[in-house]
């Protein structure tokens, strides 16, 4: 069964950096685009960032510049870096996994649980 796992998360403060990471089992994501999104209480899920089987690149403008999507196929795991971050980028950070990279939550037919991403003023 094919399952993704997020790690990373925890207490921040503001400006300052955290590196989030999500392993896939179950089957290798290597042909898939990953995609990251975020949930923060009341507010509907929104697209943090999408990585292609490539290796191709895409952000919203409100992490553009501070954050950065890899991936490492030998390890299966995908990578999510966060800089200069803001209390406003509190929230529940998931990975997900489709076949084409896309910015709609729909898209992404596996999710992982969540991790909690908690930015301190």
């Known amino acids: 069964q094919a399952q993704l796992v997020e790690s990373g998360g925890g207490l921040v403060q503001a400006g300052g950096s955290r590196r989030l990471s999500c392993t896939a089992s179950g089957r290798t994501f290597n042909s898939y685009a990953m995609g990251w999104f975020r949930q923060a209480p009341g507010n509907e899920r929104e697209f943090v960032a999408t990585?292609?089987?490539?290796?191709?690149?895409y952000y919203p403008d409100s992490v553009k510049g501070r954050f950065t999507i890899s991936r490492d196929n030998a390890k299966n795991t995908v990578y999510l870096q966060m800089n200069s971050l803001k209390p406003e980028d509190t929230a529940v950070y998931y990975c997900a996994a489709t076949l084409i990279a896309t910015m709609n939550v729909h898209d992404y037919r596996y999710w992982g649980q969540g991790t909690q991403v908690t930015v301190s003023s």
């Open positions: 990585i292609n089987w490539k290796g191709s690149t």
